[in-house]
């Protein structure tokens, strides 16, 4: 029998109880005890497991997310360099025509082309490569944690959800078991058995239990729109989440050996590293000569005032050129700003070590601290339970006891709800462990 069923059946009872207001002690009685029975099967009742819908909507964030689009093109951006940097200067092709031909013994010069190609030092452009090659293999690493921390928002995003509609079903719950309570004080006051002031104290729970519900209402909309917004989708997406969550037991200083090892920020900053121990390498090699080969054409005009040998035969004259770095002090810098970026990229390495460290142990400790509360309040929960079952059974012969069921009733509700925050904040705390010391 469902929850809605069994309030049903309470609420009949009570009402057939009231119309026959005026019957023997026995009847009353046999409605305390029915009430017994049902409520203590609404309270001990297991929740339903539902699949866990998170896995498909972090597939949604990673396809639609627009940050994490824009991450990737820059990667694909990077990539392109590489075949740019290391490709040869183009070739030049000079024309030039003389408007005043210049004689000589040949004949005179008409026109000229010259072809040339600049070739720069041995391992040169094989070094451009590596570092356009380390900086796009950075950007990969930037995406990687981009993707990581995209995740570690949906979960963050997601589980005040889950939080929300958790206590939001407590309090549901809860709402209709007090308006069981009220009833029932109504008929025992109506029989003289109980106090007009039971009637007043439940009226002021349900108040309360109203304005709870209408802000967790309320409070609902800013969750999802912040959710659907990660996801890049529009705000009137429902979204699911289960009626319950496992948090399963995790060691001490989980996946901690991973933390400088795997983490995609630490990776990226030792591949600038590299990228700047080549950069070093560039700058000596720029320091020395670069060498050019070229071939000049001369057209050349015949004689017409004699006759001479090789008249108006066009000139051919291979070149060789060699650069001269004699300017010694911008290479020496260059030399400089390689070595102070790496010095600059360990500071920033030491930084985010820094920094990963301390998330990573805050994380723990919210880890930690969830599951010794949710430990905690399934144990509470228990005993609350329990506790309430002896309440309903020594009610049940007097009516004394009503304050206590209440109290009891909402420690209970009290406690169910602490432990959907603490769901909340272990699931939390474990999806920033996760993105911490994950790497891609």
Do not use: H
């Amino acid at each position: 029998m469902d929850k809605k069923r069994k309030l049903n059946v309470l609420s009949k009872l009570i009402k057939k109880s009231i119309f026959w207001g005026s019957s023997i002690q026995s009847s009353f009685q046999l409605l305390i005890s029915c009430i017994v029975i049902i409520l203590i099967s609404i309270i001990t009742s297991k929740p339903t497991y539902a699949q866990k819908p998170l896995d498909n909507y972090i597939t949604i964030a990673a396809e639609n997310n627009p940050s994490l689009k824009a991450t990737y093109t820059e990667f694909e951006v990077a990539l392109q360099q590489v075949n740019q940097v290391k490709a040869l200067e183009d070739p030049r092709l000079s024309f030039g025509y003389f408007i005043s031909p210049i004689e000589k013994k040949v004949g005179a010069q008409r026109a000229k082309l010259s072809l040339t190609q600049t070739f720069p030092w041995f391992g040169t452009l094989k070094s451009k490569a590596n570092i356009a090659t380390y900086l796009a293999e950075a950007k990969y690493q930037t995406f990687i944690n981009e993707r990581n921390k995209l995740i570690w928002e949906v979960n963050k995003a997601y589980y005040p959800i889950y939080e929300n509609k958790k206590q939001f079903a407590l309090l549901e719950d809860n709402l209709q078991i007090l308006q069981t309570y009220k009833r029932l004080a109504l008929s025992a006051y109506e029989n003289n058995r109980g106090a007009l002031a039971d009637v007043i104290r439940v009226d002021i729970m349900i108040e309360d239990a109203k304005i709870e519900l209408k802000i967790l209402n309320n409070q609902l909309r800013p969750l999802a729109v912040r959710f659907n917004q990660l996801l890049n989708r529009s705000d009137t997406f429902s979204i699911e989440t289960p009626d319950t969550i496992s948090s399963p037991l995790i060691g001490i200083n989980y996946r901690r050996d991973s933390l400088l090892v795997e983490n995609p920020m630490v990776q990226s900053l030792e591949i600038q590293k590299n990228a700047m121990l080549e950069s070093e390498k560039l700058a000596k090699k720029n320091a020395l000569p670069q060498f050019g080969v070229g071939l000049d054409y001369t057209i050349i005009g015949k004689r017409t005032d004699m006759s001479m040998p090789k008249s108006g035969n066009d000139l051919f004259m291979p070149m060789i050129t060699v650069s001269l770095p004699i300017y010694r002090n911008k290479y020496k810098a260059a030399i400089t700003e390689s070595q102070l970026n790496q010095k600059a990229i360990e500071y920033r390495k030491e930084a985010v070590e820094n920094d990963l460290i301390s998330n990573y142990e805050n994380a723990a400790f919210q880890l930690n601290k969830s599951t010794e509360l949710i430990l905690l309040y399934n144990s509470q929960i228990t005993k609350t339970k329990q506790l309430i079952q002896l309440l309903y059974a020594s009610y049940s012969n007097s009516t004394k006891e009503f304050e206590e069921v209440l109290r009891m009733q909402q420690q209970l509700l009290k406690y169910q709800m602490s432990k959907a925050t603490a769901e909340k904040n272990y699931q939390v705390a474990l999806a920033e462990i996760e993105y911490l010391t994950f790497g891609g």
